[in-house]
């Protein structure tokens, strides 16, 4: 069941997911897991991957099938890198 996908070891992963508008999840280092059947993309939330950091360390797992597109970055620094770059653009508009 795990042939072919994607190895995010030491990564991170920012995915957004069917149905939920805007809704999006961030996971440090995530790995593979089966769950009855069900395949979900298990990791930590790093700091700044939360509104406010109030899941911080926090365990998250995302059922792969819900999930419609993600980025990977190469560190929590590079994904902060890139929304401190996003969020100084928001605010000159």
């Not at 298990?42 to 109030?54: E, I, M, N």
């Not at 365990?59 to 929304?83: N, P, Q």
Request: charged letters at 25%.
């Amino acid at each position: 069941m795990k042939k072919g996908l994607p190895n995010f070891k030491g990564k991170v992963v920012y995915v957004q997911l069917l149905g939920e508008e805007r809704y999006n999840l961030v996971v440090d280092s995530p790995h593979w897991e089966d769950h009855a059947g069900r395949l979900f993309l298990v990791g930590t939330t790093p700091p700044g991957g939360s509104s406010k950091d109030w899941c911080v360390g926090v365990l998250s797992g995302i059922a792969w099938d819900k999930i419609t597109d993600y980025m990977v970055f190469e560190s929590v620094g590079d994904y902060h890198k890139h929304v401190g770059v996003f969020s100084r653009r928001k605010k000159k508009t």
